[in-house]
């Protein structure tokens, strides 16, 4: 399982919050919230539904939102208001106890600047989420080895972090999502940093580890490229506000407005014709 | 002239308050007073009763494991060896015990205080006010009811030294919790890991070398004060600075002096050590 749906969620930053929520209700953008209360509107009244076992993208430009939606779902950041569901259940309602437990089972990440413990050794790195759910040293191990083999890491499990090139890092990072065996990955810009060859390796070997595994895969992006590639669905942020949301060849063919068409159009010829 | 009217002193009412404390909490100073004293004999009769090159060893191994330098080490095996050779070693001995015992205390006190300020905005705006009087309200001003509550001897020493030596320490604590990668900490927090278990897990092992370095400075600023802790009857090679300058025996004094310096080295570079070390393995991570 691993169905998520997230229903009129706000986030306001800012020392005005209850002033900016009200205004969002009431329907005002972003540059009017910010003139009249002073709080800038991270996600404005936004609701989707993410379904299981598909690589789901959320696109947008810097400062749409989308790293801030992507930490509403394993509460990272908590919205100002609205409700997130994995299936069915309200993950705000968690205690801190059961909210760790949800993170450590259901719902695992992958970091644009990979994250990895600079004092830990690869192998280290990939079992943090196992030894955190209390998975014994010698277990938690092999299923870690698993997970470095199946990212071509082998051979690599002692070596630490900054002993490896950008590429092998965020494989290491992949390989900590993939080892805590959850329901859910989140990947927060996760190839944004890499250089283009790298980075399409990845998404490759992305796809087709989904197709063995098929995990649910929330996926933040920048480039529509990489987002037609891989994404089964996409949604498009603007301002915090969704746009648009539809399979790649609906963003391609039905833009809903000018924003959209606007990405559409600046698309390199021939990428997307899936 | 200020007028005379507007003249208030605090003088009554604080020398009220620490004999009001001398008479009714007498007790719990004593306590406070007993077992950092048993501790501090208790680290002064280890290293006094270690044969001298036993002692020599154990800092020649510390020199080692912190620095893996050979020259180091060697250096810190000669400069000890030089100490003795000046007749300084019980002196010297004496000294290092109450300066293990401060540091020690520095750091129970120390490390837990960092972590509170930097986790905690409040305590950070309430503590670092009381570092900046802690570190340059004049020590003779704290010796004298230090005096008054614990008597003369090591005891008040040892309190004197912690009160101009933890600042440092508390600072570097802060600094280098509030300095570890915020998307390491919040990658650990992603993958379910409980504030304890950042703490222990990553923050203070990404810390450490600051940490360290904060150590460092404790040391060395306890180190300055073994002089002044001498005035209210720590022995050890402070009070045969003292004696030095009491006699116009101007060898005594440098040849203590001597010792004294040696001693810091010696810390210094062991401790710096120790910083390095797991700085090279953390660095651009």
């Known amino acids: 399982m691993g169905k998520i749906e997230i229903r009129n969620v706000f986030k306001i930053f800012g020392h005005q919050e209850d002033k900016a929520l009200e205004l969002a209700r009431q329907g005002l953008g972003k540059e009017e919230i910010l003139s009249q209360s002073g709080c800038s509107v991270g996600l404005n009244n936004v609701s989707m539904t993410i379904d299981p076992g598909k690589i789901f993208v959320i696109m947008g430009l810097s400062g749409s939102g989308k790293s801030t939606l992507v930490r509403h779902l394993n509460r990272l950041i908590e919205p100002s208001s609205g409700e997130v569901l994995f299936d069915g259940k309200n993950i705000l309602d968690l205690s801190p106890k059961e909210l760790r437990k949800f993170r450590t089972h259901h719902i695992s990440m992958v970091f644009q600047s ?47 972090p900054h002993e490896l090139s950008g590429g092998m890092r965020q494989r290491v990072g992949l390989a900590r999502a993939l080892a805590a065996d959850t329901d859910v990955i989140l990947m927060d810009e996760a190839f944004s940093a890499l250089d283009p060859l790298i980075r399409a390796e990845m998404q490759d070997q992305l796809l087709e580890l989904q197709t063995k595994l098929s995990k649910t895969i929330v996926f933040i992006t920048h480039d529509l490229e990489e987002a037609l590639r891989i994404g089964s669905e996409i949604a498009i942020l603007k301002d915090g506000e969704l746009v648009q949301v539809g399979k790649p060849a609906d963003i391609l063919n039905n833009p809903a407005n000018d924003y959209v068409a606007r990405f559409v159009e600046r698309r390199p010829v021939g990428v997307g014709a899936k | 002239m200020f007028p005379d009217n507007l003249h208030y002193s605090i003088r009554g009412p604080v020398n009220d308050f620490i004999e009001m404390l001398v008479i009714n909490y007498g007790w719990v100073f004593k306590a406070i007073s007993h077992a950092l004293l048993q501790s501090v004999l208790l680290i002064e009769s280890a290293l006094r009763g270690l044969p001298w090159w036993c002692v020599i060893i154990i800092f020649m191994v510390g020199a080692w494991y912190s620095s893996r330098r050979i020259i180091l080490t060697a250096a810190v095996g000669m400069l000890l060896f030089l100490v003795g050779v000046l007749g300084l070693w019980d002196l010297t001995m004496q000294t290092l015990a109450l300066m293990l015992m401060a540091t020690i205390v520095s750091v129970l006190i120390g490390v837990p205080v960092g972590i509170l300020a930097a986790k905690n905005g409040f305590v950070r705006g309430t503590i670092l006010p009381i570092l900046d009087i802690m570190q340059t309200m004049p020590s003779f001003v704290y010796l004298i009811p230090a005096l008054m509550l614990f008597g003369l001897g090591k005891v008040p020493a040892i309190l004197a030294t912690i009160i101009y030596a933890v600042p440092p320490l508390i600072r570097l604590t802060d600094l280098g919790i509030r300095q570890v990668d915020k998307e390491v900490v919040e990658a650990a927090t992603a993958f379910g890991g409980s504030p304890i278990r950042i703490l222990f897990g990553v923050e203070l092992p990404l810390a450490t070398p600051t940490i360290m370095a904060g150590l460092n400075q404790t040391i060395m600023m306890a180190l300055s004060m073994v002089v002044v802790a001498s005035m209210i009857g720590a022995r050890g090679l402070g009070e045969q600075v003292l004696n030095g300058i009491q006699t116009l025996d101007v060898g005594k004094g440098l040849e203590a002096g001597i010792g004294i310096v040696i001693l810091a080295v010696l810390l210094d570079r062991i401790t710096q050590g120790f910083g390095k070390t797991r700085a090279g393995g953390a660095s651009n991570g």
């Not at chain 1, 990895?116 to 030894?131: D, E, F, K, S």
């Not at chain 1, 010698?138 to 990212?151: F, H, K, M, P, S």
């Open chain 1, 114 to 160: 990979f994250a990895l413990m600079p004092h830990r050794t690869v192998l280290q790195n990939v079992i943090y989420g196992q030894r955190v759910r209390g998975t014994a040293r010698q277990q938690a191990r092999e299923i870690g080895q698993q997970w470095i083999d199946a990212v071509n890491l082998s051979g690599y499990e002692n070596k630490y």
